[in-house]
């Protein structure tokens, strides 16, 4: 049976002092052993979280990463960087970071496969627009993201390290969220994609989260359906309706 993750994208929020102190606020009610449960505040704020939740269930993740591991790539931080202070788990791929970046299937590719070399698991986000829902393309972008994003990545580490976040980005961040149905339809397709890429068993062991307006009220439906993993969370991972979400069942 796959194991919960639920994942906490705190964004461009929270100065170090203010992430320490809601870490300290919360730590003591995430105390459980049944869901993996990752923080990724800011670069800034990685070390203080990392230190705050020393001796505790919760895993630190960071919200981007660079591909090479050193050089003259100002504003850039390699996975050393982040390994170094702790980060199990990086975010690649959002859809911001598409949107805002140019972030493209390839880097995010690339991104994937530095991360998996030096033992972090990469958090890869998929998604559709509302345009792209409208017009019936959802399938056929979103299986373009998958393949592309997981291009050349062993099985096994498919099977035991990637975690897959679909997103649909009409419902980040706008108080809309996908049914719990519409999010497992697509989490259960982007299962069939895996196992079209590598086999049967590999898709049934990957772990595939819905990330999109999650929060304490529609947590424990989408958690429960069949194919869903788990949640990337945003807005709602800077209060204490993350504890609620964690502990939804």
Known sequence: MRKKIIAGNWKMNYCVNKAEDFVEEIKDRINTDEVDVVLCPNFVSLDRVSEAIY????????????????????GETSVDMLAAVGVKYCIVGH???????????????????????????PIVCVGETL???ESSK????????????????????????????YEPI?????????SAEQANEMCKYIRKVVSDMYDEKTAELVRIQYGG?????????????????????GGASL?????AIVNYD
């Open 55 to 74: 001796d505790t269930n919760i895993k630190l993740g960071a919200q981007n990463v660079y591909f090479e591991d050193k050089g003259a790539y100002t």
């Open 95 to 121: 859809s911001e970071r598409r949107q805002y970046f140019a972030e493209t299937n390839e880097i995010v590719n690339k991104k994937a496969k530095k991360l998996l070399e030096k033992d972090v698991s």
């Open 213 to 233: 307006s999650v929060k304490p009220n529609n947590a424990k439906e989408i958690l429960n359906m069949s194919d869903i993993d788990g949640a990337l969370v």
């Open 239 to 243: 209060t204490n309706d993350f504890v």
């Open 170 to 178: 009409w419902a980040i961040g706008t108080g809309k969220t996908a």
């Open 131 to 133: 345009e792209e829902r």
């Open 138 to 165: 959802m399938f056929d972008v979103v299986k373009e993201q998958v393949e592309k994003s997981l291009d050349g990545i062993d099985k096994d580490m498919i099977a035991k390290k990637v975690v897959i976040a």
